[in-house]
DNA sequence: AGCCGCTATAAAATCGGTTGACGATAGGGT
DNA sequence: ACCCTATCGTCAACCGATTTTATAGCGGCT
């Protein structure tokens, strides 16, 4: 397996007494190999093997103006978020052969920007943006559609634009939340809004909105605050850890509380800790996303499941369905998946005694 | 900025009377381009900005048999200490204007094969293992070192070949995590040990009986338990969590708790929870890592943090150095580096009243 | 005999860039 | 007048494949 005397196609000719042309043919099964009769195709494919041919890729890839390579843009890999999804899409395109080309944008448009034409300058054939955060995301995006690239973006759903996405049904999922609290006794309902900024905010709001209309629930405002922008994905423990140590002190009184996401939710638990307060006991905590921290906890975290090992999934495969389009010249249509979110119950809350 | 019309070097030499050699000659800065006047390369550069023309990089690594990349082998990209190694790493070539070619082995050494042999055809420069895990390595490695591929293992260190490696000191860091317990008053202490197959567990052992050495602190045999093996980074917490357990329920008392990892040290808050402790009131605990959960936990661990991020960031130094030296035809030699590790105190750990 | 079609293989063009060898011109030294 | 060198560039080969086109032998048909 050495790669030292790296044997080209031609030296698999010489070797076998054919042209490099024949035996190109006859290893890619090409049409003109109809005509090879099976003894010659024999000797071709077993000289290939005994010599350990691999054809290049780069030279194959000049050859054909195909990479097969999709190029993965991940907002910011340390992200808890981020990685499951990356490991379905990762995944999925590995059983189709096809190589990940995984950039890591690091949260900074800049990097976006320069990785996105690094990708693009390698041809890749297609496109995922794992996106969990960055506000700036208007004018990257009018990068993407300009490029022929097909393109899907998971993590995050945009109205206004003709890209494909997979995201989850924040509002339904958050709806979910409530109405676990609510079920449980709940009525005195602190919330942490996610930062305005985010789309997904937006979204889980309506969620709770909806849900506590229809069940009649009264939201006080004075107990809901809000998270401040950052782009640091991290930093939603330490908001959560501030904006509950401020609920505390404004003295309203709450049994429970929703978190935009778990690492707000993880932050509060701190916070409640740090008062004296236990959870599930004396205040239930639900958080949302379902991130691998959410689980080992302690007390373990009731949250809000997004499925992202298989939302890496479906990106794959609409990407995938997208280059095939494009290779039989009939342009892909834009999917916009919405996936249903899962409420997982887990210690963090209780009924209310 | 659009890929449709893709501007080659020669839409370029035409575009401004000049041949395709020319412009590359310039725009390169060869050494021929020594002769080439002022204004000749004026006009070829701005027309070249004008185009947009951006070189194709399969032509080029294809003609010049370098690929600018490096092929990076994660073990297994969800387990929380690779993901900090890896983006160090991918900072540290990006710098460096190397792409990194990320492949994630799902801790299958049959997946660590194939995409080793992807990344070799894709003619990567240099190749970078994170090794977190993976007990079956010996044969995955016999093919590194055959291939002429300067490698970096990072995260664990190998005894017996002569691939440089990047590794935390393990045995000054378990010293380290022994000798704060010791200082706080502790002397009835409980191990959780990594399991035998993982060398880390060796090492981290030793530095544990060094210290106590030093110390004439008395190891209990009882109250050391040992983690099965097994593939799954994140079985480690199920492990902490079982082990625990069962020291609790054998009845002899300790005052604290020195886990192999920081999987395992959440594992055992957990256990401790359930039978009533609190940490670190009733019971310290001490992990390893420090990965990002740790301080998120409550009570935040006390750890032993590998610098991970600069560990990756050295490995990545190494092959771009191996890199250069196989270039200048120097053979580049082999380096150990072993990172010291650090006490990251926290709220996991108290002194004995 | 001449032509067609089929089989089996090779030659040549192409992808987009890099590079060593060479051509042409002009100026300087002897 | 002759050679040498410094400038300024181009030509053509090459990297390693794929693919289109060409070549040649042969059997059958008219």
Redesign the interface.
């Known amino acids: 397996?050495?790669?030292?005397g790296v044997v080209t196609i031609r030296d698999v000719a010489r070797e076998c007494g054919y042209s490099a042309s024949t035996v190109s043919i006859v290893l890619n099964g090409a049409p003109l190999s109809r005509y090879i009769p099976a003894d010659t195709k024999g000797r071709i494919e077993t000289a290939a093997k005994r010599m350990g041919y691999?054809p290049?890729?780069?030279?194959r890839?000049?050859r054909s103006q195909r990479?097969n390579i999709v190029g993965v843009m991940v907002i910011d890999?340390?992200d808890?978020f981020c990685?499951?999804i990356?490991?379905g899409l990762?995944?999925a395109l590995?059983q189709a052969s096809y190589?990940?080309?995984?950039a890591?944008a690091?949260n900074e448009p800049h990097?976006f920007e320069r990785y996105l034409?690094?990708l693009?300058?390698?041809?890749v054939e297609g496109l995922v943006v794992i996106a969990n955060w960055l506000v700036t995301d208007i004018k990257l995006l009018a990068?993407l559609t300009?490029?022929?690239?097909p393109t899907v973006i998971v993590g995050r759903s945009f109205e206004n634009h003709s890209v494909s996405t997979v995201s989850v049904d924040n509002e339904n999922g958050a709806s979910l939340a409530l109405e676990h609290l609510y079920r449980l006794g709940h009525r005195d309902i602190a919330f942490l809004r996610g930062p305005k900024a985010l789309s997904s905010s937006g979204q889980r709001w309506k969620g709770i909105r909806a849900f506590a209309e229809s069940a009649g629930l009264r939201l006080d405002s004075k107990k809901i605050l809000e998270l401040p922008e950052s782009l640091d994905p991290?930093s939603s423990?330490e908001a959560g850890l501030q904006l509950t140590g401020e609920l505390l002190r404004q003295a309203k009184p709450f049994t429970a509380l929703v978190a935009y996401d778990d690492?707000t939710a993880?932050?509060a638990?701190?916070a409640l800790?740090k008062k004296g307060l236990r959870v599930p006991e004396d205040c239930s905590v639900v958080g949302f996303d379902d991130v691998?921290?959410a689980g080992?906890?302690?007390?373990?975290l009731t949250t809000v499941r997004q499925p992202m090992e298989a939302m890496g999934g479906l990106s794959a495969g609409i990407v995938l369905d997208a280059i095939k389009a494009m290779d039989e010249k009939q342009d892909a249509p834009v999917v916009r998946r919405k996936i249903p979110a899962e409420l997982v119950v887990r210690e963090s809350t209780l009924a209310l005694k």
């Open positions: 397996m050495g790669r030292t691999r290049n890729p780069l030279a890839s000049l990479s890999i340390t808890p990685t499951p990356l490991r990762e995944n590995y190589l990940s080309l995984i890591d690091h990097r034409e690094m693009l300058d390698r041809r990068d300009e490029c022929q690239v991290n423990f690492m993880l932050g638990l701190r800790k691998a921290q080992l906890s302690v007390p373990s």
